[in-house]
């Protein structure tokens, strides 16, 4: 018993000790965080009897949104974190119905030496490629907001079922994806891309571009994706260009993993292209700590499956935001658009909940206020 007691009295004290330095080594911790954002919107032609339309939007320059994110440290350099994050309409306070209740739900592992390994619900790579290489509008504003033409070439932004590989190191960037398309024996409803970027710290510029691949998940037929561009800032301002191609194969109609049921693609014109190619550029002012100004500029041009469905737009808006302090800013936007041929009634504005053009004009206004949490 003596030598029992002796032994416990050195093991217990060593033990406990050895538990709290792996306690203290684990630290963990999760954040609430969100952003939003409410305006007032008019938008003409809405309808073919060109009427307008004036009253809250579902969002503003940046859809409302609220999550969880948290981290835990391995040690060595190691780390897991998560992600959970829901999109909602301020204006009524539901959900947004077009997308699922945690629009992003990810967990990954990372290494200070060897970059990340992200599965789930996730940022596509052709947005990835867009924003790491520095030339998507408006890059103060996360994405998703009311106007921008781009998000519509990325295939929606977000995809299902996907394993993300991300790196960085002296200035480069690189991410590589693959979604499962879930279907047994063939490679349906699957998707695969690669992006990268190379943008010293502290350089005036970055260049960058992305490839992708989706295979529609009823026949395998694919819509292929690319896009390049970069941005160089001077000073206080940043200009940028980019140009983004979408070619589609003619049974490609259905991506499980994507933004859109069937319907809502057909609805939206998506299946009426083979091919669209969009040249963006824009240029961001800001003025002390306080101001950003942006002016941008789409050209769209749509190679139709027939003739009749050729189609092509011009895009145009102007920003003005201002930060009341470190969270909060108010904001002016205005967009206007020139459609010709099957553009008129797509999907080009940015998001699906906005109103779509039903005529070949159609001019925003936007007043908003946003914060930020």
Request: hydrophobic fraction near 40%.
């Amino acid at each position: 018993m003596r030598n029992l007691s002796r032994w416990l009295a050195t093991v217990v004290p060593v033990t406990l000790a050895s538990l709290n330095g792996q306690a203290a080594h684990a630290q963990s911790s999760v954040t609430l965080y969100g952003v939003v954002d409410e305006s007032v919107r008019y938008l003409t032609n809405v309808n073919k009897a060109g009427d307008s339309s004036i009253g809250l939007g579902v969002g503003g320059l940046t859809q409302s949104r609220w999550g969880l994110k948290g981290v835990e440290d391995l040690g060595g350099g190691w780390s897991t974190f998560f992600k959970l994050e829901n999109r909602f309409y301020i204006n009524s306070g539901q959900s947004d119905p077009t997308l699922p209740f945690f629009n992003e739900a990810q967990v990954g592992v990372r290494s200070n030496s060897f970059g990340q390994v992200i599965l789930g619900r996730q940022y596509n790579v052709m947005i990835e490629g867009i924003t790491i290489g520095g030339y998507g509008s408006n890059l103060w504003i996360p994405y998703d907001f009311s106007f921008q033409p781009e998000v519509t070439m990325t295939g929606g932004i977000w995809t299902s079922n996907q394993v993300q590989y991300q790196a960085k190191y002296n200035g480069f960037n690189f991410a590589a994806g693959y979604a499962f398309g879930g279907n047994a024996g063939n490679s349906y409803g699957s998707q695969v891309g690669a992006a990268a970027a190379y943008a010293p710290a502290g350089g005036p510029f970055s260049i960058g571009g992305a490839y992708e691949e989706s295979k529609d998940s009823l026949n395998g037929a694919a819509l292929k994706a690319w896009t390049f561009g970069g941005s160089y800032t001077w000073n206080h301002t940043r200009l940028s260009a980019g140009y983004i191609v979408n070619q589609r194969d003619a049974g490609f109609s259905n991506f499980a993993d994507g933004p859109f049921s069937a319907p809502v693609l057909a609805a939206l014109k998506y299946t009426d292209f083979a091919r669209r190619r969009m040249i963006m550029g824009g240029i961001t002012q800001q003025v002390g700590n306080a101001w950003h100004f942006a002016a941008n500029v789409w050209r769209t041009l749509q190679d139709g499956t027939t003739a009749e469905k050729d189609g092509s737009a011009w895009q145009y808006q102007l920003v003005a935001d201002y930060n009341l302090s470190k969270r909060t800013d108010v904001y002016l936007e205005g967009d206007y658009s020139l459609y010709r041929g099957d553009l008129i009634g797509a999907q080009l504005q940015g998001i699906n909940g906005i109103g779509l053009a039903q005529k070949s004009t159609q001019l925003g206004l936007m007043a908003g206020l946003r914060h930020q949490f």
